[in-house]
Each structure stands twice: as C-alpha cells, then as structure tokens.
C-alpha cells in the first residue's frame, strides 16, 4: 500500500499542473493576497509546538505559490506579520523571526522556487521595527531575486494597512514639499502609488483562511469593489492546492461571464 503513495502523488501533481496550465489559458487574476491564518490552532489541536505550527503554514504556502504561478498570477502578497503581532509573547516573536530567517536563508542559497518561475522577493512593511539582522537577510533576498521579471511575492513583514496608508501620505507630503506635485493634483491614484504595494497591480482576490470573517488590518485600501473576497473555513496548513484551485476557477469564470454580459450590454 505505501509503495504506492509516491506513484499517487506524482500523478496528484501532475493533475495540479495541467489544471493550472487550463486555467492559465482564460481569465487569471493579476494579484492575489492571502491572510494566512490558523497555524497557531493548528498546532494547539495537534499539541504541537506553536513553531511546527508556523512551519506546516511556510509549507502550505510554497504549494500555494507554486499553483498560483503556474496558473499565470503575476504577484502574490502575504500577511506574514503583522505589526500587532509584536504584542504577542517574547518566545512567540522570537521564534516567528527564526523561522522566517529560515525560509529566506534557504531561498538565497539554492533560490530554486525563485529560480523557477522567476520570482521577485519584496518586502514590504515598516523596516523600522524589524531585528537587524533580519532587516539585514531580507535585503539579501530581494537584492538576489531584483532581476527576475516573471513574478512578484511581496512578504508583509512587519505590516498593517494603517501604517501603510500613513507611509504613502508621509511620501505625497514629501512630493509636495519638494513641489513635484500641487495639492490640487493629488488624486486616490497618487496615494496609492506612494504605498507599500504601489508598484504591483491591483488587487483581485483577497483569501483569509480559518473561518475568522475580518480583514485585521490587512490591504484595507486595497480591497475596494474590484476585489474578490474568500474567507474560508480551513487551517492555513489546510488550505491546499485543490482548494486554492476552486478559487481561481470561480474568480475566472466570473470574470468571463461578467465580461460576456457586458459585451451584450446586460451589466
């Protein structure tokens, strides 16, 4: 029976990726977000270490990555951290920046996933606040992923939308006072593009795991009325491939047939 399982998952990932590659061929969202929430419940209902917890979800994600760039996504965005999060216990803070540590160090030294699908690593989020050092191993990884074009991941790390919108009103004001724009000229564009994820396109699908129906803090600005909204009713370390598929395949097919009405001028 076990002797099987390799021959089982092989054909489960071959089946992932022509899937993928279909869906690649019809509308495909441009970016997609996700709060990656649950790992701590899942290690507690596990009795598992709040770590192993935290480390199951860095794996869900590689999988969600894969799928996503396989399907044509231009950028991910994750909610790694969050600028709350510092009020959660020293040992879990600690611990949070280790493993984070971790998965960066093993980007930049084999950079396979990067490599692959060609994936551009930026952090995004008040550096301010971040451990030298970790300040220090993110700047690693962009400056060895800056030339790669296909896609996008953008890690926010530490992040909340509020300081977010205080950072592009800190730049337009900065733009101002240098007179490289009239205050009469600023629009809801110019802000935009003075935030943390003023380069990437806009948001068309927002997926928030584990059951909790609230945004926390996370691309308020971005989630306006063209974005889709997923809140599901799984652990982050639960959330699979197939799962993600249903979503994309649900967004891509009402984004055809809202397309199709328009033209015959029924929307």
């Not at 279909?22 to 270490?49: C, K, S, W």
Request: charged letters at 25%.
């Amino acid at each position: 029976m076990l002797s099987t399982l390799p021959g089982i998952q092989g054909f489960l990932s071959w089946g992932k990726t022509c899937v993928a590659r279909i869906l690649a061929t019809g509308p495909v969202p441009r970016h997609v977000a996700f709060v990656m929430d649950g790992n701590r419940r899942y290690a507690r209902e596990r009795q598992l270490e709040t770590r192993e917890g935290h480390s199951k979800g860095f794996e869900s994600l590689a999988q969600i990555l894969e799928l996503c760039y396989d399907a044509g996504v231009e950028d991910v965005t994750v909610f790694a951290f969050s600028i709350e999060n510092f009020k959660r216990t020293p040992r879990e803070v600690e611990s949070l920046m280790e493993i984070a540590k971790e998965r960066l160090t093993q980007i930049c030294e084999s950079g396979e996933l990067a490599e692959q699908y060609g994936i551009r690593i930026r952090v995004l989020g008040n550096r301010s606040l971040l451990r030298k050092d970790v300040a220090e191993l993110f700047d690693k990884a962009q400056t060895m992923t800056k030339g790669h074009t296909r896609a996008t991941l953008n890690i926010c790390f530490p992040y909340t939308s509020r300081d977010d919108i205080a950072h592009g009103i800190r730049g337009v004001v900065r733009d101002a006072e240098k007179g490289e724009i009239e205050p009469a000229d600023i629009t809801e564009q110019t802000l935009a593009s003075h935030m943390y994820t003023g380069n990437s396109p806009p948001l068309d699908i927002l997926i928030r795991t584990s059951g909790v129906c609230r945004f926390s803090d996370f691309m308020l600005w971005e989630s306006h009325q063209g974005a889709h909204i997923e809140f599901v009713d799984t652990l982050w370390p639960d959330f699979g491939v197939w799962r993600m598929l249903a979503i994309l395949l649900k967004w891509s097919w009402r984004k055809a047939y809202l397309a199709d009405q328009a033209e015959q001028g029924n929307y």
